[in-house]
């Protein structure tokens, strides 16, 4: 896993050393390298390989998106139930 490498990589360095090892991760040219690279190699994996797993992946991402979307108004609605409850209305 790539947080278990950078934990590892941290955990040896001093504190002084730490914002020279993380600066350089937080420009926008290294995350844009980090998402090409992740992205090919999804297309390796998934893409080239003719493998059905993309179309799940969607499947859940939009089940997720949509839960994420409906929570807040689902939470407002329990809330409003509870302080009724609470009342006696």
């Given at each position: 896993m790539a947080l278990r490498r950078v934990y590892n990589e941290i955990k040896g360095l001093k504190v002084k050393?730490?914002?020279?090892?993380?600066?350089?991760?937080?420009?926008?040219?290294?995350?844009?390298k980090t998402v090409q690279k992740g992205l090919d190699n999804y297309n390796a994996k998934y893409?080239?390989?003719?493998?059905?797993?993309?179309?799940?992946?969607?499947c859940y991402g939009g089940m997720i998106f949509s839960y994420l979307v409906a929570l807040p108004e689902e939470r407002r609605h329990l809330e409003?139930?509870?302080?009724?409850?609470?009342?006696?209305?």
């Open positions: 050393e730490l914002p020279s090892y993380v600066k350089p991760m937080l420009s926008v040219d290294y995350a844009k893409i080239q390989t003719s493998s059905i797993d993309p179309l799940f992946h969607v409003h139930q509870q302080h009724a409850k609470e009342h006696g209305h």
